[in-house]
């Protein structure tokens, strides 16, 4: 694992890989591809790995290769390996839960395919820059604000009301919209903090609409007496 020439994907504490190295060319995987001009322009040191389903790729026993015509091998890539699911990754299950808690759902090898695929067809993922994220997060914030008092009543149980229903629309669609860049742009944003600060401002926006209301109520009664 020391070695420039070992396979590049990173295995974090957790058991879990998502990234691969490709600050060299000296990999494993990188040896196999030869030069990508694609993956040198990009300049990064490493490179998120974009998954592919496990049938994606044909996994034979080697006893059972002899049986296949040689045709079957032409223009393909074979790795060969022992296959054993002790490493996690984005598309389990169970991820993001301790590793303790959920089982490996791939091998080495099926991650050395995927990096070799992701650089092959040009499937690389960009992260979002922290700028643009941030840009987002003020803006799903802001239009929250705006709804919130600009439909707010009287009533202090709409209020409640519509504050759930914007928080759980707003957040909806910040996922919908991370999902959607991610499959149509292979562009991965990370909007963790939309949560957050929907929940923030839409307490915060009830508890002005009530002392609003609650000055209303009290100017009526002063003109009334």
Do not use: C
């Amino acid at each position: 694992m020391k070695s420039d020439k070992r396979a590049s994907w990173i295995l974090a504490p957790n058991n879990e890989v998502t990234h691969f190295l490709s600050d060299k060319d000296t990999y494993f995987e990188l040896q196999l591809i030869g030069s990508s001009k694609e993956l040198k322009e990009r300049g990064n040191d490493t490179e998120m790995i974009n998954y592919r389903p496990t049938n994606s790729y044909y996994q034979i026993s080697l006893s059972h290769v002899d049986s296949l015509l040689p045709d079957f091998f032409k223009g393909r890539m074979v790795i060969v390996g022992f296959l054993r699911d002790s490493l996690i990754t984005p598309r389990n299950e169970g991820y993001g839960r301790p590793a303790d808690e959920i089982n490996g759902d791939m091998s080495d090898i099926q991650i050395s395919a995927n990096i070799i695929s992701t650089i092959k067809n040009k499937e690389f993922i960009d992260h979002a820059k922290p700028g643009v994220r941030i840009t987002i997060v003020l803006f799903i914030g802001l239009l929250n604000t705006l709804l919130l008092r600009l439909s707010r009543s009287r009533y202090n149980a709409v209020n409640i009301l519509l504050a759930i229903v914007f928080f759980v629309v707003l957040n909806r669609l910040s996922t919908m919209l991370i999902v959607y860049l991610f499959a149509i742009q292979n562009y991965y944003l990370n909007l963790d903090e939309v949560t957050a600060v929907l929940f923030v401002i839409s307490a915060a926006s009830l508890y002005w609409n009530t002392r609003d209301n609650e000055k209303r109520n009290a100017s009526e009664v002063g003109n009334e007496v």
